[in-house]
């Protein structure tokens, strides 16, 4: 696939894999050129510097990774995992927080509910959903399907996706932590399964009011932290560029995160991350989720509290040491 956006570190690899596409634009052009093999060896170039450039990327690169615009969305996932899905709308109290959507759908046949983060695809649709960014009424939002599953017996899948909640004057007079936690405390309460991936960011309570689930799993390029980098770096060196540093510090990789067992499974991506070839990135989340679920199917609402229970009051006991 010929890349529209590449990222900083990526440079390299677009004057690759550009001047490839420029010789094939070429030989369009001008059908008596022959440069396959020429482009051909800049495609073997370019795939070895890519495997290179992924092979063992900084904590810093995997938040560009997990940032990146062509990444696949909640919307994405939903339209290619869940058949028969019914969006629900609106907290019955305040308003329709489109940086959150969600709704009954089926799973491999099995019904659940589904709710996510979605930040949009385009300047358009990344405003009208503010980035990912929910309100207090998308926190209401989720609490109020997550108590219509519990009614019905449905498993909740949440797709986490967000910067942070959003830290606007309006979304703080209406409560924002108070939503935050009344989410949190509805996935601990939950008598159904609740299986969470990160599919990009997960930022601060903003993405814990989703996360707080009996599975937690997270793709490989994906993050999870209390703080951005930026944020953490303004605040401990006054210096936003000092986000290198702060993502370091943060451990906010699916694989620190897997070793204090924060996340319990890491989702395989494709050579160069989930944009690269969201199908095989959107599958993967796919044969997952359908795993996570087989797991839990069998246990008792007490069981699967007592479950997530104990999950949480066990962090920070696995792998700290370290």
């Known amino acids: 696939m010929f890349m529209t956006q590449y990222l900083d570190f990526e440079k390299p690899l677009a004057e690759i894999e550009g001047k490839a596409e420029e010789l094939r634009a070429m030989a369009r052009d001008n059908p008596e050129m022959d440069v396959e093999k020429e482009a051909s060896a800049l495609d073997k170039k370019a795939a070895d510097l890519l495997k290179s450039l992924y092979a063992d990327l900084t904590p810093w690169r995997k938040c560009q990774v997990a940032r990146h615009p062509e990444r696949p969305h909640c919307q ?3 339209d290619a995992l869940f058949t028969e899905y019914t969006p629900l709308a609106g907290d019955r109290n305040f308003a329709d927080d489109h940086a959150v959507m969600g709704g009954i759908a089926r799973l491999d046949g099995t019904p659940v509910m589904v709710i996510g983060h979605e930040k949009g695809n385009d300047t358009k649709s990344r405003i009208e959903r503010n980035f990912g960014m929910a309100r207090p009424e998308g926190y209401r939002k989720a609490i109020r399907l997550m ?4 009614r019905f017996g449905l498993p909740v899948i949440t797709l986490v996706d967000t910067p942070g909640a959003y830290p606007g004057k309006g979304a703080e007079e209406r409560g924002q932590s108070e939503a935050i ?8 309460e939950l008598g159904v399964p609740l299986i969470s991936v990160v599919i990009g960011e997960g930022g601060s309570g903003g993405a814990v009011a989703f996360a707080t689930a009996n599975r937690v799993a997270m793709l490989d390029h994906s993050i999870y932290s209390v703080i951005s980098p930026e944020g953490c770096a303004s605040i401990l060196w ?7 540093e702060s993502a370091e510090a943060l ?6 995160l897997h070793e204090i067992g924060v996340c319990d499974r890491i989702i395989a991506e494709p050579e160069g991350g989930a944009h690269r070839n969201p199908k095989v990135a959107i599958d993967a ?7 996570m679920l087989n797991e839990l199917r069998n246990l008792s609402g007490e069981k699967l509290r007592a479950d997530r ?7 920070g006991s696995k792998g700290l040491a370290a």
């Open 76 to 78: 994405d996932y939903i």
């Open 147 to 150: 108590e219509l599953a519990n």
């Open 181 to 188: 936690a009344r989410s949190t405390e509805k996935c601990l």
């Open 238 to 244: 006054k210096d936003a560029e000092k986000m290198r």
């Open 251 to 256: 451990r906010l990789t699916s694989k620190d």
């Open 285 to 291: 989340v796919g044969e997952a989720l359908v795993s």
């Open 309 to 315: 229970r104990r999950k949480y009051l066990d962090l």
